[in-house]
């Protein structure tokens, strides 16, 4: 299971299958989503508007990604003017070669790692391992996940599938200390000690960003333990690997990024650590820096009037933490670093829908539409699952039923209209009840005679 | 055709409508440093406020006993404090505190920004030694984020702190100090 990437091996229902008979996994996960859920809340309903924000984090995005070549394009001039360099990769293989090469330019044969889910979408640390290079992780949950040979279950925290207990064992089995307890806060300590010492020995590090601004070429990463700093600022050689939707136009949209991120993903008002830095600053930090600008499927997704949305995704998480069937489920049923229903919806979509095992994840969903709630940049999920399970169904019927659903489900109010008139619902329904597979675990409801719509609007009056 | 002309013909064939995000200014409002203080106490850093005249004993009994590191342009006097010279990552590990000014701080979020200033110094002083003494003005935090940014110059390297290093990467429980300094001082200057 190490190396992360995005190919699953199996669908989603056989994966899930075995995830499920995991009791400890279970408790783990619902012990800590729940956590994080009731803290994000609260965080959430500090800021008046809320949902002003939140619409404002989708536009600018939108506005990003709909003036993507020339954002990019400005964004390299700005990098290159401050001492960078910036390469293009297409592919994750493209992008894991130009790390190769800039170690190898540099005799470098270890490289430390800022966590980045980025890099284990295109699996650098096997491609590296692959030409000699070793990466080692410096986040904690990365680190235990690089230690136990597993792959990360979480985007924020990685290693959520793993108790106290378990992580004692694994520090005290892989780097031969003993620990005193199994409190976070000792098993903390074990990592700062096993860690600073190649912090200060690191000739190259390679980190992800969460976003970068075109119109001044700043690239920022978002951060608590301070691993990240060290990255960032101690190796003589920095190579940040970045997303092509993760450009920003504005300085000035960092204030909502970073109004959005941290409450949406650690449930704080903000993170520990963010640093921001632009090309190479003389006797401060890296004096060579490298930005890779990745595509790996994101220029499809853009191609997509529906899926497109799906690049609005700050990878925050919140979705994650709601979700019904990733709660109980786990990280680890999807097949990919991008679980839960973000990854529903972008795994298959940057894979290709023929992929025959990505192609079964929008149906990792009840369809109860908490992610959607959950967005702080407002990536409808729900409809674009929907639009996505009608691209793959198997029949024709099922097929024309989806696609039926998608297409009442994306407007509200033919939405309202077909509950109010029921024809077009119905018609739905029984069109679905037909498809031998659905009905097997699906009991089809009867259709109330008068919506909850209908029902909610007389009773305002 | 290489990777770079790929990638923006196909984002080109994309055709992706275009969209412009009104962009709506913030209005500006006096910060408050109560609630400026109690976030930052939030994190679980510790909060002085004193004045010019008090500060220079304040930093006395905070750095008793300790190696201290001062970044080389500092205006208040610190006996022993180092001055930095260029010191090898390995010699900064052998710091116990550093003691900085700031750019901004942030009332919304508790943050204070390093900028890497004269008064503030490279990067690697903040960081490798475990204990962090920031000094802020009053008249240097500001209400909002945005307000901040428009403060900062984001050609230079940024450091938002909002407490000292943390993880929540078992079970979700909190823990301060892992790599970065464990314990965070803030002294805010109120006149």
């Given at each position: 299971?190490?190396?992360?990437?995005?190919?699953?091996?199996?669908?989603?229902?056989?994966?899930?299958?075995?995830?499920?008979?995991?009791?400890?996994?279970?408790?783990?996960?619902?012990?800590?989503?729940?956590?994080?859920?009731?803290?994000?809340?609260?965080?959430?309903?500090e800021i008046a508007?809320?949902?002003?924000?939140?619409?404002?984090?989708?536009?600018?995005?939108?506005?990003?990604?709909?003036?993507?070549?020339?954002?990019?394009?400005?964004?390299?001039?700005?990098?290159?003017?401050?001492?960078?360099?910036?390469?293009?990769?297409?592919?994750?293989?493209?992008?894991?070669?130009?790390?190769?090469?800039?170690?190898?330019?540099?005799?470098?044969?270890?490289?430390?790692?800022?966590?980045?889910?980025?890099?284990?979408?295109?699996?650098?640390?096997?491609?590296?391992?692959?030409?000699?290079?070793?990466?080692?992780?410096?986040?904690?949950?990365?680190?235990?996940?690089?230690?136990?040979?597993?792959?990360?279950?979480?985007?924020?925290?990685?290693?959520?599938?793993?108790?106290?207990?378990?992580?004692?064992?694994?520090?005290?089995?892989?780097?031969?200390?003993?620990?005193?307890?199994?409190?976070?806060?000792?098993?903390?300590?074990?990592?700062?000690?096993?860690?600073?010492?190649?912090?200060?020995?690191?000739?190259?590090?390679?980190?992800?960003?969460?976003?970068?601004?075109?119109?001044?070429?700043?690239?920022?990463?978002?951060?608590?333990?301070?691993?990240?700093?060290?990255?960032?600022?101690?190796?003589?050689?920095?190579?940040?690997?970045?997303?092509?939707?993760?450009?920003?136009?504005?300085?000035?949209?960092?204030a909502?990024?970073?109004r959005?991120?941290?409450?949406?993903?650690?449930?704080?008002r903000m993170?520990?650590?963010?640093?921001?830095?632009?090309?190479?600053?003389?006797?401060?930090?890296?004096?060579?820096?490298?930005?890779?600008?990745?595509?790996?499927?994101?220029?499809?997704?853009?191609?997509?009037?529906?899926?497109?949305?799906?690049?609005?995704?700050?990878?925050?998480?919140?979705?994650?933490?709601?979700?019904?069937?990733?709660?109980?489920?786990?990280?680890?049923?999807?097949?990919?670093?991008?679980?839960?229903?973000?990854?529903?919806?972008?795994?298959?979509?940057?894979?290709?829908?023929?992929?025959?095992?990505?192609?079964?994840?929008?149906?990792?969903?009840?369809?109860?539409?908490?992610?959607?709630?959950?967005?702080?940049?407002?990536?409808?999920?729900?409809?674009?699952?929907?639009?996505?399970?009608?691209?793959?169904?198997?029949?024709?019927?099922?097929?024309?039923?989806?696609?039926?659903?998608?297409?009442?489900?994306?407007?509200?109010?033919?939405?309202?209209?077909?509950?109010?008139?029921?024809?077009?619902?119905?018609?739905?329904?029984?069109?679905?009840?037909?498809?031998?597979?659905?009905?097997?675990?699906?009991?089809?409801?009867?259709?109330?005679?008068?919506?909850?719509?209908?029902?909610?609007?007389?009773?305002?009056? | 055709?290489?990777?770079?002309?790929?990638?923006?013909?196909?984002?080109?064939?994309?055709?992706?409508?275009?969209?412009?995000?009104?962009?709506?200014?913030v209005e500006k409002r006096p910060a408050s440093l109560e609630a400026f203080v109690e976030r930052v106490e939030d994190y679980r850093a510790t909060v002085y406020r004193t004045t010019r005249n008090d500060i220079?004993?304040l930093l006395?009994?905070l750095?008793?006993?300790?190696?201290?590191?001062?970044?080389?342009?500092?205006d208040f006097?610190?006996?022993?404090?180092?001055?930095?010279?260029?010191?090898?990552?390995?010699?900064?590990?052998?710091?116990?505190?550093?003691i900085t000014m700031c750019a901004v701080g942030i009332e919304e979020s508790g943050t204070i920004v390093l900028?890497?200033?004269?008064d503030q110094?490279?990067?690697?002083?903040?960081?490798?030694?475990?204990?962090h003494i920031c000094i802020i003005r009053a008249d240097q935090i500001v209400a909002t984020l945005e307000e901040a940014l428009q403060r900062l110059?984001?050609?230079?390297?940024?450091?938002f702190i909002s407490g000292p290093?943390?993880?929540?990467?078992?079970?979700?429980?909190?823990?301060?100090?892992?790599?970065?300094?464990?314990?965070l001082e803030v002294i805010l200057l109120e006149d």
């Open positions: 299971m190490s190396g992360g990437g995005i190919r699953p091996s199996m669908s989603f229902s056989d994966a899930a299958r075995e995830t499920l008979k995991n009791r400890t996994l279970r408790h783990n996960l619902g012990f800590a989503t729940r956590t994080i859920c009731s803290k994000r809340e609260k965080v959430v309903a508007d809320w949902e002003q924000t939140r619409t404002a984090g989708s536009m600018l995005k939108d506005e990003a990604l709909a003036n993507l070549e020339e954002n990019l394009l400005i964004l390299e001039e700005k990098v290159v003017a401050a001492g960078g360099k910036v390469h293009w990769a297409a592919t994750a293989t493209q992008a894991v070669e130009i790390v190769a090469m800039i170690a190898k330019s540099h005799q470098v044969s270890k490289v430390v790692k800022v966590k980045s889910i980025t890099s284990d979408e295109i699996e650098l640390n096997d491609g590296l391992a692959a030409q000699g290079i070793t990466a080692l992780e410096t986040d904690l949950a990365e680190l235990i996940c690089q230690l136990a040979d597993d792959s990360p279950s979480h985007i924020l925290v990685p290693a959520i599938h793993k108790n106290r207990d378990e992580i004692r064992a694994l520090f005290e089995a892989k780097l031969g200390v003993r620990a005193e307890t199994s409190e976070p806060a000792a098993l903390a300590e074990i990592a700062r000690t096993h860690l600073r010492q190649k912090f200060l020995e690191a000739k190259m590090a390679v980190s992800g960003a969460n976003f970068a601004v075109a119109e001044t070429g700043c690239i920022g990463v978002v951060e608590s333990e301070g691993n990240g700093r060290m990255c960032l600022t101690l190796p003589e050689v920095l190579v940040t690997i970045m997303g092509i939707e993760k450009v920003l136009p504005k300085w000035e949209d960092v909502t990024l970073m959005l991120l941290p409450r949406s993903s650690t449930a704080e993170n520990p650590y963010t640093s921001i830095w632009t090309g190479v600053t003389p006797g401060d930090g890296p004096q060579e820096f490298h930005l890779i600008l990745l595509d790996n499927g994101r220029t499809t997704v853009l191609a997509d009037a529906v899926g497109r949305q799906t690049l609005r995704c700050i990878r925050c998480s919140a979705c994650l933490n709601v979700c019904p069937v990733y709660q109980r489920t786990g990280g680890h049923a999807y097949g990919s670093v991008y679980p839960g229903p973000i990854g529903a919806i972008l795994t298959p979509q940057l894979l290709g829908m023929e992929h025959k095992n990505a192609n079964t994840l929008p149906f990792a969903s009840s369809m109860c539409g908490a992610c959607y709630e959950a967005c702080p940049v407002k990536i409808n999920i729900p409809e674009v699952l929907a639009y996505l399970r009608g691209k793959t169904a198997k029949n024709p019927a099922e097929s024309s039923a989806f696609r039926a659903a998608f297409w009442m489900m994306s407007d509200h109010r033919r939405f309202s209209a077909a509950l109010k008139g029921r024809r077009l619902g119905v018609s739905i329904v029984s069109g679905l009840g037909l498809v031998k597979g659905w009905t097997d675990s699906r009991e089809m409801p009867e259709v109330p005679a008068e919506s909850f719509r209908t029902w909610w609007s007389k009773r305002g009056q | 055709m290489d990777s770079k002309e790929l990638i923006l013909r196909r984002i080109r064939s994309a055709a992706v409508t275009p969209a412009l995000h009104k962009r709506v200014p220079e004993s006395a009994t750095c008793e006993n300790k190696q201290c590191l001062t970044p080389e342009q500092f006097f610190i006996f022993p404090a180092q001055s930095d010279k260029d010191y090898s990552h390995a010699d900064l590990a052998l710091f116990d505190t550093t900028d890497s200033g004269p110094g490279r990067r690697a002083i903040t960081l490798i030694p475990d204990h110059d984001p050609t230079r390297p940024l450091t290093s943390a993880t929540s990467d078992i079970e979700l429980v909190r823990v301060e100090g892992v790599h970065g300094p464990r314990k």
